[in-house]
């Protein structure tokens, strides 16, 4: 855990993604054979109140936990593969690339970011993504549920994660109790966002958040934690959206871009090659910078021809980004696009024409306030 951080905290997020027995579609993109998991947040909740996120939360100091190295493997990185290095005209986002034995830990940052995400689910949705030890689980498609021989009563279950919740080493003492371990090696690495500036939290809260993606043969049993969750949703990434645009649920923007790229997958075995293939190739790092239209807001992403040079990461510099134009004469007078458009909670959309970087993919371009989920620029 990096405690040196001044302006945000590293955490980590999880997309949960499960096989799903085929039902009439709910959207123009037609049947998905997968579902998302996603978790309403308490409206008590001091960041995104009410809102609907994936599973996740602050990295703990017990995610770094040298004791950790006695349950997983002995290999380099506990069995995971070592990330590319990045093309030469980017870098390895600080949340990675951050030597966390300068700062006191013997674990990898890319083991302790999964111990985090997996925690969190359990905490928050009641799931465990464990394996039996020493894992790593075998590879080559979604991952199977642990057989519920290796785990306790559901009596014991519930009072393991109250323990869990009040105290994040007691998951270690968990998989230890069941002999397993986190199943680390099931969740890929997929983005990195950074809270901006303008969207911080109460007390200025902002976070550095490392996302995974995981897909799972079969939705496991799944329960809202009651305090922090008041209820969960499973769903596919388009009936998600439909569900936004009728303003059942309500996204944050980086939930509503990411619901949105995975629109590109209505198989889970494709998804799954997908996030296995580039597994390796890590991601970039990006921060959101608010633009001020007349009638809306426009959240500029690195490579929007709006993007600006040098940042302001800290928010010590108190930049305001404004302009008298209307959205639709920004859009109409640009050419580069890495943009999500915000005329309103419930209106958003996204617009991309830039090369996806690290083999990732771009996107659907969708317009949460009408039924166009391809339009072209």
């Known amino acids: 855990m990096n405690s040196g951080l001044r302006y945000w905290r590293e955490a980590a997020t999880l997309l949960l993604a499960a096989g799903a027995p085929g039902r009439l579609p709910r959207s123009p993109l037609g049947r998905f054979d997968y579902e998302l998991l996603l978790l309403q947040r308490s409206s008590r909740s001091g960041f995104m109140p009410s809102a609907h996120v994936f599973p996740g939360g602050v990295v703990e100091a017990a995610d770094f936990s040298a004791d950790w190295l006695r349950l997983l493997p002995a290999s380099p990185l506990c069995g995971l593969g070592q990330v590319r290095q990045p093309p030469p005209d980017s870098s390895r986002a600080p949340l990675f690339a951050t030597d966390r ?81 986190p199943n680390i090696w099931a969740l890929q690495e997929w983005s990195n966002w ?5 969207r911080a939290g109460r007390g200025g809260r902002r976070y550095d958040t490392a996302f995974y993606l995981c897909c799972l043969e079969r939705q496991p049993r799944t329960s809202q934690d009651g ?18 645009k009728s303003e059942e649920i309500r996204l944050a923007p980086p939930q509503f871009y990411e619901l949105c790229r995975l629109c590109n997958f209505s198989s889970l075995c494709e998804l799954h090659k997908f996030s296995s293939d580039r597994a390796l190739e890590g991601c970039e790092c990006w921060m959101p910078v608010m633009l001020a239209a007349s009638d809306g807001y426009i959240q500029l992403l690195p490579g929007d021809e709006l993007y600006p040079e ?10 305001v980004m404004s302009t008298d134009k209307k959205v639709e004469d920004l859009m109409k007078g640009g050419s580069i696009f890495h943009r999500i458009v915000i005329k ?13 970087k690290y083999k990732h993919i771009n996107p659907l371009t969708i317009n949460s306030a009408c039924s166009d989920y391809n339009s072209k620029l």
């Open 101 to 181: 034995e300068e700062l006191g830990s013997p674990l990898p940052g890319e083991v302790a970011f999964r111990i985090c995400a997996i925690r969190e689910t359990f905490e928050e949705a009641g799931i465990l993504l464990l394996v039996p030890r020493p894992g790593p689980a075998a590879a080559g498609g979604p991952v199977p549920p642990l057989p519920a021989e290796r785990l306790p009563p559901a009596a014991e279950l519930s009072e393991w994660r109250r323990r869990v919740q009040q105290d994040p080493a007691c998951f270690l003492q968990l998989c230890q109790h069941v002999r397993c371990v």
């Open 194 to 198: 950074l809270t901006p500036v303008s």
């Open 227 to 244: 305090g922090e969750v008041t209820a969960f949703l499973w769903s596919s990434p388009p009936e998600i959206i439909e569900r936004f």
């Open 310 to 319: 040098d940042p302001d990461y800290t928010g010590e510099k108190k930049i």
């Open 344 to 356: 309103n909670i419930n209106n958003l959309a996204v617009y991309v024409n830039i090369q996806a």
